[in-house]
């Protein structure tokens, strides 16, 4: 690229050289002399022989960028002023490379979307720590929402953002809240951002919206490094179960309205396909539908002092693999409810099903869950739910407040029997009894974990069955 860019100059100065000329003024004529072209379009034309065009001074940009294209500091500021679209023919598109201290100002209802449908596009800001590059809105006074966001659409492909300031987007309606917020990733083939600030969005600071099964073709498609998310009107990101293994821990969540990290799942998809780890944050995940399993058995780790609150008629299924949640004394990990007023009953609670394997809760406080479903039976409302035969050790875990029971070992259909570990654990202010036992057998401590004397252990009559 700089090879290319160094040509450039020569070939302009040689023009240069050969003719005294102010910048638009004529350097030839055509050949009926009828019209004449200017030095500006002259280096143009040359620009487009090589095939990277570099942005005039005080540049103003809406349309297509179909063609390499750079942006430098000396253009500052470079000013969006409608709908910009990176994208180029199959199969190498366009590239816009954004330079180390280069100014981007965004115009009202404005965006900037990289790739489209058969037409590659690739976005490379990579500033530095000294010279950032910001993208910001076209105001004197800044308001939230006042441009769109910068879009990663599915024909995005090697986009890298690193130590860029991305501000005051995140127009768009409001009920759209996948749609709302200063970055979009959506199906995009390869993001890596890095060391941006994230901040002041009227939605979310940015939304994963790509499916694990479009995911399972560019894996690790979407990877944040570094990165601070702050001051956003709704949560720092939002994003599908299976992105989250691209967050690493070294993100940074600082005072977003309603919450760090938003995990959707009740409209998308809820499954967790591949081992990932949920790191501990300042801010907390919230949480709606999660399913853990596929054929692959992945483990999902949730490190110590993660509070995740679950959203109204939520659980956390394990269908088939690990949940590994193992806190601290110091720093335990928390499921609760996403109230400001808790209530029993909010959310569903955790659910280990009969293909969870090596699953542990360990310094967890589990509460506010065993919400109700209509006739589905006594064993479903629990905070924690057990069906599986590999066992479940929960160890110096608080279970409480649940709308039913605390702990529920259902085992009626399985030959030998669902079982539990359970050590140093307390059950306060349930509903019901603490620990409910569903089983046809009658040597209940043998196989479920029940240290003896526990209370509400029920032999369920096989003969009614």
């Not at 965004?106 to 590659?120: F, H, L, T």
């Not at 979009?184 to 890095?194: D, E, F, H, M, P």
Request: proline share 3%; charged share 20%; glycine share 10%.
């Amino acid at each position: 690229m700089l090879r290319v860019r160094f040509f450039q100059l020569i070939l302009i100065f040689l023009i240069m050289s050969s003719v005294s000329l102010s910048w638009g003024s004529s350097l030839w004529g055509d050949i009926n002399g009828d019209e004449k072209i200017g030095l500006e379009e002259a280096v143009y034309a040359l620009q487009v022989v090589s095939g990277v065009k570099t942005a005039r001074v005080n540049a103003t940009h809406k349309g297509t960028i179909d063609m390499d294209e750079i942006w430098t500091p000396e253009g500052n500021p470079h000013i969006i002023t409608g709908d910009l679209t990176v994208a180029g023919p199959a199969p190498n598109g366009a590239t816009l490379t954004i330079e180390p201290g280069t100014e981007i100002w965004i115009d009202q209802y404005a965006s900037i979307k990289v790739g489209a449908s058969q037409s590659p596009g690739t976005l490379i800001a990579n500033g530095t720590e000294v010279s950032p590059i910001l993208f910001t809105s076209n105001q004197t006074v800044k308001t939230r929402g006042w441009w769109e966001n910068i879009r990663f659409a599915d024909q995005a492909i090697n986009c890298q953002m690193s130590y860029c300031t991305i501000e005051y987007g995140g127009y768009g309606l409001a009920k759209l809240y996948e749609e709302k917020g200063n970055i979009l990733v959506n199906k995009a083939q390869s993001v890596y951002i890095s060391h941006c600030i994230i901040t002041n969005s009227d939605g979310n600071g940015m939304s994963i919206n790509t499916t694990s099964d479009y995911y399972e073709s560019f894996l690790g498609s979407v990877t944040l490094s570094d990165n601070t998310f702050s001051d956003n009107e709704w949560y720092g990101i939002r994003l599908y179960t299976d992105n989250i293994r691209g967050l690493d821990a070294s993100n940074k969540f600082t005072d977003n309205k309603l919450g760090g990290i938003y995990v959707e799942g009740s409209h998308a998809d809820i499954t967790v396909r591949h081992d990932a780890t949920w790191h501990r944050f300042d801010e907390p995940y919230i949480v709606e539908n999660t399913i853990i399993g596929t054929s692959d058995q992945p483990t999902l780790t949730i490190e110590a002092g993660v509070e995740l609150r679950f959203v109204e008629s939520a659980m956390l299924e394990v269908r088939s693999g690990s949940l590994v949640a193992e806190g601290s004394s110091d720093l335990p990990i928390k499921f609760t409810s996403k109230q400001n007023i808790q209530t029993k009953g909010w959310w569903e609670g955790i659910y280990f099903q009969k293909d969870a394997i090596n699953c542990s809760l360990k310094y967890c406080t589990v509460e506010y869950g065993g919400s109700k479903i209509p006739d589905a039976g006594p064993w479903i409302s629990g905070n924690v739910v057990v069906r599986t035969v590999n066992g479940v050790n929960i160890h110096n875990c608080d279970i409480n407040n649940s709308e039913k029971y605390g702990l529920i070992i259902k085992s009626e259909y399985l030959e030998n029997g669902a079982n539990a570990d359970i050590t140093g654990t307390s059950f306060s202010n349930n509903g019901g009894d603490d620990i409910y036992v569903y089983t046809c057998r009658d040597d209940v401590g043998s196989y479920t974990g029940i240290p003896a004397g526990s209370p509400s252990i029920e032999i369920y009559d096989c003969e009614s069955k």
